[in-house]
């Protein structure tokens, strides 16, 4: 063996944590969870089995490692510039724009990480589907609270049904990754974003200026 | 071997075509297509592995059969009973009214079949995907003919935008599936009823009596 072979063994042995769930959230947002294995993502990053047990010490705590890692992106590119908004109307409307970045941009190579492990798992009963359904619940929770701060405010009109705009709002959330990744359709984000303002100021919100 | 168990496997090996799409059908509306090999349909079904490949050659094209199954028994079920209805919204109303049965209801143990498949196969190119991405196209395109059919017959609003109008009623669509397989939440089927008709008297149509 070489030296610059030995060398980069030991740059493919040096691969943080981080780089390996940035593989496998990527990995799977094409495949699906369950194409996340010790072998799959060991071929992938060009390191040894051994080297991601070393990690995650089995397969499945690498794909609960993976949701929460997933959850982090999602609170960094969506969540982190909004940080500094006002609750209410205008956090959301922040939130939304950049939710829609997401969906539609590169984050993960295969579209919102989300998307693709709830309908997968959704009939799988265990940890991973308990913990991709809390994730989803936190993401409705966040449309929740700044609605609800929002007609606290008196910034949407009184007697609003706020559970009813969470289920739209999210739904064309849902319904922009389907156009995006599947019909391969542009017009995703743009209908996307038209349907959440309308829902907005149907119900009271003081149009963008 | 006892003559009991020559007739059991002649029972087995009887198994139709329909059958064993059945079965496929149901398993990948829980665990998904990839799921869906030889092995694991001939263990659910008890018959031989020969016995599945007389019937569809390959696992490529046991899939993509059990994708066009699927849509018979979407159609079936959701578009069956609406066949006698008057183009337009009163077949619409009776579409999405069955459709949202379909969603909540027991046709396929691992809900919506099409949920699951389009999120699986999104990012996957080839046949199935091509097959998927068609269905899902037909189903938005049920959709939009009877909303232009309305259009055109003047019971809704002038200017309307069916495009929008359809984006937003399959996003309701896919929110029900969502809360029904993964959230665990009842309000799902109620929810999308009320939205959609929202949806559609907010464009003018008459409300149902």
């Keep these: 063996m070489t030296g610059s072979r030995v060398d980069q063994r030991r740059v493919r042995g040096a691969k943080t944590r981080t780089d ?5 959230a990527d990995l799977a947002s094409r495949r699906g969870i369950e194409a996340l ?5 060991s071929e992938q990053l060009q390191m040894s089995k051994s080297g991601v047990v070393k990690h995650f010490g ?5 794909q609960l490692a993976t949701i929460d890692y997933a959850s982090e992106v999602f609170a960094e590119v969506v969540l982190g510039p909004a940080a ?4 209410g109307l205008e956090r ?4 939304t724009a950049r939710w829609l970045d997401y969906l539609t941009g590169p984050t993960f190579s295969g579209g919102c ?5 709830a309908a997968e798992l959704d009939r799988q009963p265990g940890p991973l589907r308990d913990s991709i359904q809390a994730t989803v619940q936190a993401g409705l929770a966040l449309i929740r609270d700044d609605l609800s701060t929002a007609a606290g405010q008196g910034d949407l009109a009184a007697g609003t049904d706020i559970d009813q705009m969470v289920f739209e ?3 064309f959330l849902q319904e922009v990754s389907l156009m995006h990744l599947l019909l391969d359709d542009p017009m995703g984000r743009v209908r996307g974003q038209r349907a959440i303002e309308h829902l907005l100021e149907r119900h009271g919100a003081r149009p963008l200026s």
């Design 58 to 62: 089995s397969r499945d705590r690498l």
């Design 37 to 41: 294995t010790l072998g799959a993502l």
């Design 92 to 95: 959301l409307r922040s939130i």
């Design 20 to 24: 390996v769930l940035r593989a496998a």
């Design 113 to 117: 990480f989300f998307y693709a492990a």
């Design 169 to 171: 709002l999210h739904s």
């Design 84 to 87: 500094d908004q006002a609750p």
